[in-house]
């Protein structure tokens, strides 16, 4: 998934286009874009082995500004409203759920 975005330059270290090898250190800026938001992380120090995912945040800083998060209810809401859950032609999911109902019905009546 890094290598991927790496390579269509989604990636950024202090400004400039990086490379999936690229070796990051401490106080390097690093901007990548995901889910419509650009996140901003500053590398604090880089661990000796590997750590688990809770641990992560010991040597990262998020600055990403919390403005960018508020469009994501905005999205949310606008789906909702698109279409109620119900209303309007069903959906691929909807018509399976629909088709198995039926399924089960007509099998029991076979019985």
């Not at 400039?16 to 650009?38: A, C, G, N, W």
């Not at 661990?47 to 949310?76: C, M, Q, W």
Request: aromatic content about 6%; overall charge neutral.
């Amino acid at each position: 998934m890094v290598t991927e975005a790496c390579k269509k330059n989604h990636v950024t270290v202090n400004g400039l286009v990086s490379k999936p090898s690229k070796e990051v250190f401490p106080t390097d800026k690093i901007t990548f874009r995901k889910d419509q938001i650009t996140y901003i992380i500053t590398v604090l120090a880089i661990p000796d082995n590997r750590v688990g995912a809770k641990l992560v945040d010991i040597y990262r800083k998020d600055e990403t500004p919390p403005e960018s998060f508020a469009h994501l209810e905005l999205i949310k809401l606008s789906k909702e409203h698109y279409r109620k859950t119900g209303e309007g032609r069903p959906t691929k999911k909807d018509r399976r759920d629909i088709d198995d109902y039926t399924t089960d019905i007509i099998d029991e009546d076979v019985d």
